[in-house]
């Protein structure tokens, strides 16, 4: 999480430290799991391996049947649809509640924070001096020391996107929506919650924005909805807090726009820098895939529809929203709030992969699949009550502006209290 990008190229295919851990550890907890430990699973992770299972199979149908058309993505995708999840749900999963959740939180927490200080740092630091400050092997693949302002697409003006340790703007911000609603969780301090929200509108990726104003609205909405009854009255209490993160984000954005000299047509382009066109893939598409396996564009389900056709559609959605479906027969996540959290963090990954989810590139589907394990299993600790909840609570101020401006819930008498009469009336 901290150095994803780290390690060294062999040909074309980037072999990352992160990567490296998990071809190492695997083969040998596989072991131990086998030999040690019972081979038994929850229900919940046997659906889960359910809904993955249709795309496994379509996937390697087209791989056997067509060939590779791009071996270096053909073998990525490999990794993150049929190796990441059934190392990670299967042989990790297991011994997660084996784990110091306290630990993991620490590690978890500082990882993301130190990734919000360099991101920002950077993003600072190369309209001063006009370069990138680089670490071979840590902070940048060795293979692309030197070359990050040419061959990551993150030019913006006088401000390139904030790219932090992962090297490019939009995989950096669907990353970090994967984690925001556990980092907020877990994170006890609010200005680092602020800092890391900052940094996702540092990203000028108009698919992290999208993602960052839905994260604040699609709670706002939820609210509203609840109380369409009593419109136009509303109750936002602690939502007001939200309220001002979306005037603020939105005010960033637009100052952003006008600073870095791109304008509102940045934000207002029709073609959403080409990806709309990548749709017309759909109407292109066949039932079973016709072509050898290459990467997914950034509009994914559209070009998941062209790569596999209209099953490989059904099935690609069946393995990503396969969270949401396991909540018809078990809805225990909606009760922890770490496994809501993780389940947040998928959904808002899931919804601005239509604009781009970076699905080919590393590290995201490595986070994907390690939200789903939380999601499934919750985080270490949580469920024997050792694990610290660092949110804050919000401190209620009387008389404060919001409770003057804001309209009161009215008092209702309980059953065995008599109405009181108004001295006024």
Known sequence: MLFPKGGFKVGFVPITWGYVFLGLTAPVLLVYRLLALPLRYRRNLYLAMLCMLPMQCIFIYTGLTFGLADTGFAVGNAVNFIFLPWVVLGIYAPFLPLIDGNRLSRYFRWSIFLTVIWGIFLFVWHPLTGHFVEIPYFTVNAGDYGDLEYTKHIARGLFLKLISTYNNGNLYGVAMLIFLPLYELLEAKVWRRRLLKLALVLTLSRTVWVGIVLYEALPLITLLARQAKTLPVLYLGDAKNRV???????????????????GLGFLLDPTAGGRLGQLNAITEADWLPVRGLQGLSEATYSSATFMY?????????????????????????????????????IILYCLVATIDGGINYLPVMLFFWFAYLIYLYGWPG????TLVIATPQKRRVKNSLWRRLLPRKPRVPKSNEEPQLNPAA
């Open 309 to 345: 056709g209209y099953f490989g559609l059904i099935a690609f959605l069946l393995m990503m929203w396969g969270p949401m479906l396991l909540l018809l027969v078990d809805r225990s996540p909606l009760k922890s709030p770490t496994r809501l959290a993780a389940l947040k963090g």
């Open 244 to 262: 001002l993160a979306l005037i603020a984000i939105s005010t960033i954005i637009f100052s952003s726009l006008v600073l870095n000299g791109s």
């Open 382 to 385: 949580e469920a024997e009550g």
